[in-house]
């Protein structure tokens, strides 16, 4: 992990520090580790869900209608469908809202062959590269390709005001957010491989929860859609995943203790991870960034040396 400021120089490189006890591991091959690991056919591939009723509030039954046309009923119904789960509203009327914060999103393939200054700037993992309410947060990926998200402070109609699918004019547009950056900086958007893509970053209200529903429960984002600074959302969804099959196996023949223990223990760790990530989002786009980064840190180190009596 490295933070550069806006001119390219570099505030703190953890490539020989270890990794803070952050493992990564590249999704793509997480998922097909998972997947492979079902038996054939316990995914029912391309199976979108348009639509859930209860068919019985007690006994906790709820339909479940497909676009297929299909429907099937169930007695225990887990929303694990994303930011936009359409089993949500089962339990919970809250949505989504903007936090403030919008992405721009592009890929460089082969980077040290084909982008060798980008590919330096970004080293060998992780990258902050802030200035004020800018910045540039990337990543090489195991395949060779630099992953690299410019994100900033805007209204969050702002996108609709350039044509992306104009991509120089798109282009010249975003890189005038990054005027007086330093080259290989500006050249993870203006040398990017894929058309730049605006993602607007949603977060449900801190501390999302919902009273007991008989026969459905949430877990990942339809639970607890968060803003992405703590790193922490797709680590919560497997986490949510295997504990809820914990509670299920706990309680054989129960299913509603099951997931009363199960979200007895999701809500307050989900309110955590979102606090975290809504406090980083505040430091990482605050006016004097990347000072409020690289303070916090060097706050970690300093926990760390005098946890372990150094
Ligand atoms: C820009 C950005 C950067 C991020 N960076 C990080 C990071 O560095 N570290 C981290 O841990 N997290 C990060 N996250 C968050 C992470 O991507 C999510 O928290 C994680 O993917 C949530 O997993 P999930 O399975 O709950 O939801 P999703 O990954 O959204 O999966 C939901 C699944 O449900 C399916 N689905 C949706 N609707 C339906 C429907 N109606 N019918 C059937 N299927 C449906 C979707 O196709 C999808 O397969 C980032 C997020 C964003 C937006």
Redesign the pocket.
Same mark, same amino acid.
């Given at each position: 992990m490295r933070i550069l400021d806006h001119t390219g120089a570099v505030l703190r490189d953890e490539a020989d520090s270890g990794d803070r006890g952050r493992p990564e591991v590249d999704r793509g091959q997480l998922r097909d580790l998972l997947i492979d690991s079902l038996p054939e056919g316990t995914i029912h591939w391309g199976?979108?869900?348009?639509a859930v009723r209860p068919v019985d509030d007690v006994a906790g039954r709820h339909e479940v209608a497909f676009a297929s046309g299909e429907t099937i009923t169930t007695d225990l119904l887990i929303g694990?469908?994303? &930011?936009?789960?359409?089993v949500r509203p089962r339990v919970s009327d809250a949505r989504p809202a903007y936090t403030g914060i919008s992405?721009i999103?592009a890929d460089l393939f082969d980077a040290d062959a084909r982008h060798p200054a980008e590919a330096a700037a970004m080293g060998g993992g992780m990258l902050f590269a802030l200035r004020g309410e800018t910045g540039i947060l990337g990543h090489r990926e195991t395949d060779g390709s630099l992953h690299v998200?410019l994100g900033f402070t805007a209204a969050e109609d702002w996108a609709e005001s350039v044509d992306f699918g104009d991509s120089s004019a798109a282009t010249a547009t975003v890189l005038d957010r990054l005027d007086g950056w330093d080259d290989a900086l500006r050249g993870m958007i203006g040398n990017a491989d894929t058309p730049l893509t605006a993602?607007a970053?949603n977060a449900l209200p801190l501390g999302h929860s919902w009273p007991r529903v008989a026969g459905v429960t949430l877990?990942?984002? &339809?639970a607890h859609?968060m803003s992405?600074f703590a790193?922490?959302?797709?680590?919560?969804?497997l986490y949510d995943g295997a504990l809820l099959a914990l509670a299920i196996a706990d309680h054989v023949g129960d299913t509603e203790a099951a997931l009363a223990a199960y979200e007895a223990d999701l809500f307050p760790r989900a309110a955590e991870a979102a606090a975290q990530s809504q406090e980083s989002m505040g430091i990482i786009f605050r006016e004097d960034s990347p000072k409020g980064l690289v303070e916090m840190f060097a706050a970690f180190d300093e926990q760390k040396a005098a946890t372990s009596g150094e």
């Open positions: 199976s979108k869900v348009t694990a469908d994303g &930011a936009w789960s359409k992405f999103e998200y993602r970053i877990l990942g984002d &339809a859609v992405p790193g922490e959302g797709a680590n919560l969804a």
